[in-house]
């Protein structure tokens, strides 16, 4: 999420392009066990239809108290939310993320030709 300042926060290509998808999660060795459970569980309930597999639940459980996790959850709902309601009212980004080499924002459409 606005990601034109990654580098700032240390953010590598390599993490940019694992989170758009386009590199797995478990190839990136500068996610801690942490960080690859939130976001596998982050790609599980931003899926439709929602599937979260039973080892992911297990994983969470083990690696976070309850509190985190209701905090990753409301988390990823509320950027699902934002996300579907931009995306549904046509708007285009507001080239937040313009810096970041490795966006394609050239290719991004909310609405279909």
């Given at each position: 999420?606005?990601s ?15 989170l ?16 690859k ?7 599980s309930l931003?899926s439709t ?5 039973s ?19 409301s988390?990823i709902?509320?950027v ?19 810096r ?14």
């Open positions: 999420m606005n034109f300042d990654f580098k700032h926060y240390k953010i590598t290509d390599e993490e940019i392009r694992a758009q998808g386009t590199a797995t999660l478990d190839s990136v060795n500068t996610f801690s066990t942490r960080e459970i939130a976001l596998h569980y982050s790609k931003s239809p929602i599937t979260i597999q080892s992911t639940i297990k994983d969470l459980k083990e690696n976070f108290n309850e509190r985190e996790i209701v905090i990753i959850a988390t709902a509320q699902n939310y934002w996300a579907r309601l931009i995306q549904g009212l046509g708007i285009h980004p507001e080239g937040f993320s313009n970041c080499p490795v966006l394609n924002l050239d290719k991004y459409k909310t609405v279909s030709s």
